[in-house]
């Protein structure tokens, strides 16, 4: 009888109008969504531009086609359920239905499993363009499309059976079909309705409907998507049979309530059981695995056993407080999805609390008003209660958080007592990153590499923030690339007495002092002993760090390098990857294949043709044409130099690595012949006509020094959907084909369908 129900159901959705202008007009969205995004990959392949990920490009992402019709989808159903029962109740066939000996849940099961099918037609549509994509992407990302086309599916038909409910509680069509539409809307926007409780937040978020097929649409298929869309669908047909018992049986209103109170119980229940982490599953079916941890932070995810507490500190008076606040507590909490997938038993807490910190904004919007005025103020404005804000002193009994300016902060904490902090940064991004997190969490598992900064003789300072000094590098806790937060250690380190042992990296950075015989003493003893070094020399400086460099079997060459720009002065040089580099370094490949170099202003050569207990690796070398080691220019301002007697034209090396084994250790020692590369102003400068990524060279320089235990290698396998069989012609064929013959053929089954019916 269910399925005789839905037959009938069907016949009569095709036998109006509105089914096949349904599948008219979705046939013409889908093909200008899909021609639209091809016609981007294929602009361009002809103008040279290189494809990146066509597939994920194609169908999820900002321009692809199922995330724009995601936000679209919910126009349609209206129009299709909107005369499942109000029909039947206008028309007055409700009656025969009430008389027959067909149950209420077979009358719903049979109306929505025509939807169903309805809705597998209007996939269908999409399976066509899948099929397509299929064809004209070269080494397409098969599966991803695919986990879409679910999701989609999934959402459409939980909009059929909210639909269905509307229907079954009205005659008038169009109450249903605006009643549909405003319980949508409810849907998307309940986050909004979850206010400070954190257990309100907890539920308004999940049974927020809004872009829920997301995560299906990139790639991963969760457990806790499915069991949504399966709860609701399942409530509102519950809720649809109830109203039809309702009316065929005398049912007390209070009967009905509580019945409804008991489904709504029992779907807060399954709500809590698939949400918590230890029961869900997760299936990533890209290519690359993007949607899931890298194996290399898999690996220190299997390292931490024992309890795991994540405390975050929210300073109401700190900028970033909205992040932590209880209102976005569960979005915050949703951020770390990635890794509580591996660690279920990870427990988040939050600590609140008012203290000094740098907020430029506050002290212009309140200039007179003192701390703690300031702070219940933002408690009033932002309605928050201003009790559950500790004090400066109250916060400080706990933890002093004043060395790391009481901004935002987490605290990890294991179950053994090992503790690290993990920091948001002054970036667009702000929140830390898969490789940021994972290198706070194998801190917890290992004792860190410590990098020691050689003092005494006017190094670059890793204190300061000058243009030429080293805080951004070393240790600024606001700079996602420093030392500190990808893992590291740092000290500054006195060569008045010996190295200290656990000093695994020693950085020197432009004397400019010379080191006194005892210094000497002290520093060939750590090299001997397999210790590993930094080197960076500047123009002008550099006979000053060739007695270290010298027993290395490398020095640094008198004068400075320079180079013919259009735009620069010519003591900036360009600096190359070279092939070598790009065997032992995937970011090094990776920035080689995109033309990206390493900006070195004042550089100066490095000869490494002295003897040597050493492998010599060059990492970096200047341009062959162009490029010259200029001996008498100084003035690059007001002077341009030109290639004298004496000087060639050559590629000069840059940046070279030295490595042996010492005992049962490798030893490495980095020799660069720029100490400005990684200054302040050079990671912060950008400059228009120049390709560069300065980062690069800190990340990989110390992923060698620190023997691969940090920064996390978080590097996943190049996609390989990066080209498309199509150009211009094959375009204008697509789009013939989608706006025109698709839609068309669609009109044409229509009119078949009126001409058999009016015969």
């Known amino acids: 009888m269910i399925f005789q129900i839905a037959k009938n159901e069907l016949r009569n959705m095709f036998c109006s109008p509105i089914a096949w202008l349904v599948l008219f007009i979705f046939a013409v969205q889908t093909g200008i969504e899909f021609t639209g995004s091809m016609a981007m990959e294929v602009r361009d392949s002809v103008m040279g531009v290189g494809l990146y990920r066509v597939t994920a490009n194609c169908y999820s992402g900002i321009r692809g086609l199922f995330s724009s019709l995601q936000g679209s989808l919910f126009l349609y159903v209206p129009l299709l359920t909107m005369g499942l029962m109000s029909r039947e109740r206008s028309s007055g066939s409700i009656k025969l239905l009430y008389s027959s000996p067909v149950s209420n849940s077979s009358i719903i099961l049979g109306k929505y499993i025509s939807l169903l099918i309805y809705n597998l037609i209007l996939i269908c549509i999409l399976l066509i363009y899948v099929f397509l994509g299929l064809c004209i992407i070269e080494n397409v990302d098969f599966w991803l499309p695919f986990s879409g086309l679910v999701g989609l599916y999934l959402i459409v038909c939980t909009y059929a059976a909210i639909g269905l409910y509307m229907s079954s509680i009205t005659s008038y069509q169009v109450v249903a079909a605006l009643g549909t539409l405003a319980v949508l809307a409810i849907l998307n926007y309940l986050p909004s309705l979850g206010g400070n409780i954190e257990v309100v937040q907890e539920i308004t978020y999940w049974f927020s409907i809004s872009r829920k097929a997301n995560q299906m649409i990139d790639g991963l298929i969760c457990s806790e998507d499915l069991f949504y869309f ?282 400019k002092k010379p080191l006194t015989d005892d210094e000497q003493e002290y520093l060939q003893r750590y090299v ?98 162009g490029c010259w080691n200029e001996q008498e220019t100084i003035d690059f301002v007001n002077q341009v130099a030109t290639l004298g007697p004496g000087e060639q034209e050559k590629s000069y090396p840059l940046m070279v690595m030295l490595d042996r084994e010492v005992g049962s250790k490798k030893q490495y020692i980095l020799v660069v012949g720029c100490a400005d590369c990684i200054s302040n102003g050079e990671l912060t400068r950008t400059r228009n006509d120049v390709n560069s990524n300065n980062y690069s060279l800190i990340m990989e320089s110390f992923r060698v020094l620190g023997d691969g235990v940090f920064p996390v290698d978080v590097s996943r396998p190049a996609p390989v959907d990066n080209a498309i069989k199509i150009g211009e012609t094959g375009l204008i064929v697509l789009k013939w084909f989608a706006l025109f013959i698709l839609p068309l053929g669609i009109v044409m089954g229509g009119v078949w369908v009126w001409r058999r019916r009016r015969k």
């Open 230 to 511: 399966f709860i609701v669908i399942g409530l509102f047909l519950s809720l649809s049979v109830l109203k039809l018992h309702s009316e065929r049986k005398v049912i007390s209103k209070s009967r009905c309530i509580v019945t409804c109170i008991g489904i709504l119980t029992f779907v807060l229940l399954l709500e809590y059981v698939c949400t918590r982490p230890a029961c869900m599953w997760y299936c990533d079916v890209t290519q690359d695995k993007s949607r899931t941890l890298s194996k290399g932070s898999q690996e220190v995810m299997k390292a931490l056993d024992g309890g795991l507490t994540i405390t975050t500190y929210v300073n109401l008076l700190d900028d970033h407080r909205w992040q932590g606040l209880p209102a976005n507590r569960v979005y915050d909490v949703r951020g770390f999805r990635q890794f509580t997938r591996f660690k279920p038993e990870i427990q988040m807490r939050y600590v609140y609390y008012y203290d000094q910190t740098d907020n430029p904004i506050l002290d212009k919007l309140y200039p007179n008003l003192s701390m703690e005025e300031r702070a219940r103020e933002l408690a009033r404005v932002e309605d928050l209660d201003f009790d559950k804000f500790l004090s400066p002193e109250e916060i400080r009994e706990k933890i002093d958080l004043t060395s790391e300016g009481n901004r935002f902060l987490r605290l990890l904490e294991r179950e053994n007592g090992r503790k690290t902090f993990l920091r948001i940064y002054n970036d667009g991004q702000a929140n830390p990153g898969e490789r940021e997190i994972a290198a706070a969490l194998k801190r917890l598992t290992i004792v860190p590499p410590k990098v020691g900064f050689l003092t005494g003789h006017d190094e670059r300072s890793i204190r300061q923030v000058g243009e030429w000094d080293y805080s951004a590098f070393a240790a600024n806790i606001g700079f996602r690339y420093s030392l500190v937060n990808i893992g590291f250690d740092v000290e500054e380190v006195d060569l008045r007495d010996t190295i200290p042992g656990d000093i695994h990296v020693l950085v020197i950075a432009d004397l």
């Open 528 to 625: 001997d002993k397999g210790g590993n070094l930094f080197i960076l020399a500047t123009a002008t400086r550099q006979e000053l760090l060739n007695p270290v460099t010298r027993s290395l079997g490398v020095y640094f060459e008198p004068g400075i390098l320079v180079q013919n720009h259009k735009q620069h002065q010519q003591d900036l040089i360009l600096g190359e990857i070279t092939s070598e580099a790009i065997h032992f370094s995937p970011e090094f490949f990776s920035n080689k294949a995109s033309g990206k170099c390493i900006t070195m202003p004042r550089a100066v050569a490095i000869n490494c043709n002295g003897q040597s207990d050493f492998r010599i690796t060059p990492i970096l070398e200047t341009s062959a044409k």
